[in-house]
């Protein structure tokens, strides 16, 4: 069974850094495209930024110049370096990714990371 595990969330104040990972796990024959997502209390989940298999990064206006997109295909791991973090960025950040498992044109599923936590304090 695939999994997808965050770690690296926390409290931080405002213009300090974090770094978050996403590691998958599993019967995992390629992964596609990943990518960070995030949700505030009150709000819609946005896209944070995403990465594709081939090293290709896309950003939210938002967070552009301040996070960056990492992966290592290796190791099935994805990262989100975040600096000069700032109190909006609060939110829960998820982890998601386009999975492969099998061979087969039905063996290519979209997987989700349970979350972590992220507080920026003023």
């Known amino acids: 069974q695939v999994r997808l595990v965050e770690s690296g969330g926390g409290l931080v104040q405002a213009g300090g850094s974090l770094r978050l990972s996403c590691a998958a796990t599993?019967?995992?024959?390629?992964?596609?495209?990943m990518g960070w997502y995030r949700q505030a209390p009150g709000k819609q989940r946005e896209l944070v930024a995403r990465?594709?298999?081939?090293?290709?990064?896309r950003y939210a206006d938002s967070v552009k110049g301040r996070f960056t997109i990492s992966r290592d295909n290796a190791r099935n791991t994805m990262y989100l370096q975040m600096n000069s973090l700032k109190p909006e960025d609060t939110a829960v950040y998820y982890c998601n990714a386009e999975i492969r498992t099998g061979w087969g044109v039905r063996d290519v599923d979209d997987y989700w990371g349970q979350g972590t936590q992220v507080t920026v304090s003023s």
């Open positions: 990465i594709t298999s081939g090293g290709t990064t």
């Open positions: 599993g019967r995992i024959f390629s992964i596609n495209a």
